[in-house]
Each structure stands twice: as C-alpha cells, then as structure tokens.
C-alpha cells in the first residue's frame, strides 16, 4: 500500500530548450511550448546532499526524487570498491555499483536490475487517478514494472517484443492488474511504436521513457548511492546503454551535485559507454558523426540488432541529438564510446563471477569488457578512481532461491498492428474491456 500521497512541492520542472520551469503534475514529459525537442529536468529546493536514514531503499535520496509518494520494499544500489577484479584490471580504485540481487552485499533489487530503481521512482511520482500505465521494455524495465505494479497493485499494460517474454519473469506473479502485449516478429523500436500509440487512447498514461524524470532521477540514485559509499564522485563512469536513460541520469546527478555549496569547479566524471559490437548506434554517430537511425535501412538495422548479445541495448533511436540528450552529455563530460563483442562479453561475465563471486547480466559484461579494453589503450588511467554500474547481476542465484512466474501475454498481436494507427482504438478497447472484469484495488 503506498504512503500517503502528497502533493509535490520540493521541486520542479526546467526545459532543457526554453529554460522555462513550471510545477509538475506526475505526468509531465515535455514542454508545451512550440520549439525543438528536449527534455524536461528537475530542480530540487534542497541544495545539499542529505540521504534520508529514515526511509528505506532509493527513497533514501527522496529529497533528490520526483515524487509523491513512497513505496513500501524498495532496494537501491549497493556500492563497494573491488579488490581482485581491479587488480586484474590494473586499476588502483575500481567501485561496483551492484544493481540486483546480492543480499551479503546489500543488493536487494529483486528483479536482478537497475529498471527497478526507475519503475520506484515512477509510480511514485504518478497520480493515483492516472489511469493505466503503458510501459514499453525489450526486458528489463518490463519485468521491474510487472513485479512492483503487481506488488502494489497498480494498473500497467507492458508492451514487448515476444522475444522477450521468456526473460519476463518476476517473483510477484502478475495478477489482473499487469497486463502484457507481445508483440510478434518484432524489435525494440515495434514495441515503442505500439505503445506510444496506444498510451494516446483514453484511459491510458504514458510511461514516457527516457523523457520521464521520474525514470531518470531514480537511475541517478546510482550516483548518489556511490557517492555516499566513496566520499566523492568517480573521475570516470562506466555503463552499456540502449537509450542512455542511465547515462544522462548519472550526469544530471553530478550536475546537481556540482551545485553544492564548496562544489561548483568539482569535475564530471567522464561518461564511458559501451554497446554491443554488431548494433551501436550511439557509437557510430559520436565516433563518426553519422546518425544511423537516419541513415541506415529499417531492415539493415533490425537485422544488427537481431545480432546482439545483450538485446536489452539495441535501442534504434536513442535520445542523441535533442537538447540534454547523449550527445550534449557526452560533450559535457569529455566522454566516450566503446563497443565489445560477445566474446569479449562473456569472458567479462566469467570473470566477474569468478573474481567477485555473482553471475553478471550479458549488458553488464558489455560494458566490463569497454572498460577492460579502455584500460588497455590508455584512456582511462590505472589509477583513476572508476565506477562501474553493473546494471543487472544475481539472477541465476536468484531463480536457484525463489520461484520466480513467468507472465503469459494478455494479447500476442502482429507486428504490422504497431504501424497501423487504425487498430489501435480496437486493442485499447479490449485492454480496458479485460481491465473492466478486474477492477483496481488502491
């Protein structure tokens, strides 16, 4: 059951574009007013960095948090500085921002992701009134949404690619309330389309994605929770992305860290990104200025991103060119790109587990190896003080010590469902149709 709601007045909403800041509704993913595209931030009254040890998980920061409300059984980061995988690194300071399940370490995400640190964020943030949520995920975001919509009973339609739904497993069983929509023959980008226009009909909310500041303030709590843990932020920041959700959240945490009284010449930390080898759009375009979400096919790009190791990262068109996007944040911290192939992914997964003691999620070793390989090249000195986001890990130890659910989908549709605007009206009926048999519980 959630706390009491709250309106929230600890904060608001600054475009990127226009500077213009207005209060927040819960729902807010743009700026009303007619110019290029950007996205919304948050600016928070509370100027120092105080964690809360009265509130539980990533509420901790929740002077740092979009939201209204906070939610009972929520995990956050755990953070500790490595030993014997530095070593074999060559590094005098690597930290593990530890997303999953790892209870010896304090790892209490039980989805085994960072998502869950975002789906928290988000319902917290939405209105209780907002009707159902739509949720678009090639993995990981729907599985932490089904488990804490479940958890808290909190109407979701998921929208996924049917290729992930055997990745869609939650220790919460989903109930009438989380209901997913599989989409057949399909990608990442398929899904998106379905669910931004299904999220238009009446009765549904967006979910919103990247361009949600709830989404992104709750994967900021990544940088808050290391920094809690190191005393000072990292010289440099290591993630795989897809969107680069995480990545941008990390950057406006240090932002707003910078503007701490006494901080405001504290460096950024240098983002380091990693994507898979065979599909890294974000890559070519900071590497080579082409944006191949322009430029290449749709049948060129669907079939890289069948490619890839870790699925989870092959977002077609991530949040690049727009104000406060990649690019800008990349920029600004004097970042770079790195890709890995799957080799070199699954020798990091070994040794992560061998060397640290719990198994890693295939994005997680994406982005071991981009570090390994930065190393080895120079651009990230020995002793650079490094934190890298292990964004998914213990989900083999926690299938072998919970019954996890897997969630058969509430419809399976084509694919050529998602680009005809005409069936959309249809499947939202039967969603609400389904939804009308089981009402909500708040």
């Known amino acids: 059951m959630h706390h009491a709601e709250r309106r929230p007045s600890h904060y608001r909403l600054r475009c990127t574009v226009c500077g213009q800041r207005r209060p927040d509704d819960g729902l807010a993913l743009g700026c009303p007013e007619p110019h290029a595209p950007g996205l919304l931030r948050t600016e928070y009254q509370a100027t120092a960095f105080t964690p809360d040890p009265a509130f539980q998980g990533v509420y901790r920061y929740h002077s740092w948090l979009p939201v209204r409300r906070t939610l009972p059984d929520t995990g956050r980061t755990a ?97 009438e309330l989380v209901q997913v929509v599989a989409v057949e023959d399909a990608d990442y980008a398929d899904a998106i389309a379905l669910g931004d226009a299904l999220a238009q009909q009446p009765g549904f909310t967006p979910e919103g994605g990247t361009r949600n500041v709830g989404r992104r303030d709750g994967l900021a709590t990544v940088l808050l929770a290391a920094v809690e843990a190191m005393g000072t932020a990292p ?144 651009e990230v000195a020995a002793d650079a003080r490094v934190l890298l986001n292990i964004t998914g890990g213990g989900r083999a130890r926690l299938a072998l010590e919970h019954e996890l659910t897997g969630h058969q989908p509430t419809m399976l549709v084509p694919r050529e469902t998602a680009h005809r605007p005409g069936e959309i009206a249809e499947l939202a009926a039967r969603l609400a149709d389904t939804r009308e048999l089981h009402p909500a519980v708040v």
């Open 79 to 175: 953070v500790y500085r490595s030993r014997r995988l530095a070593a074999s690194l060559g590094l005098t300071e690597l930290w593990i921002a530890f997303n999953g399940y790892w209870p010896e370490r304090g790892g209490e995400l039980t989805t085994g992701s960072f998502k869950e640190l975002e789906a928290a964020t988000v319902l917290g943030r939405i209105p209780q009134d907002a009707g159902t949520l739509v949720v678009t995920s090639a993995g990981n975001t729907a599985t932490a949404f089904a488990e804490l919509c479940a958890r808290h009973r909190v109407p979701v339609v998921i929208v996924v690619p049917a290729g992930a739904l055997p990745r869609l497993r939650t220790r919460t069983p989903g109930g």
């Open 235 to 378: 010289d440099h920041y290591v993630q795989a992305i897809g969107s680069g959700a995480g990545a941008l959240a990390v950057h406006e945490a240090a932002l707003r860290l910078r503007c701490r009284p006494g901080h405001d010449t504290d460096p950024l930390p240098r983002l380091l990104l990693a994507q898979n080898a065979c599909y890294a759009p974000v890559h070519q375009a900071w590497q080579t200025g082409e944006r191949p979400w322009l430029t290449d096919g749709e049948q060129d790009q669907r079939a890289a991103a069948e490619r890839a190791f870790a699925p989870e990262l092959t977002n077609r068109r991530p949040p690049y060119d727009l104000s406060g996007g990649l690019h800008e944040v990349l920029t600004e911290s004097a970042g770079h790109v790195r890709i890995a192939d799957a080799a070199a992914a699954r020798a990091a997964m070994d040794a992560f587990r061998e060397l640290e003691g719990i198994d890693i999620e295939p994005a997680a070793g994406i982005a071991l190896a981009a570090l390994r390989d930065a190393v080895r090249d120079g």
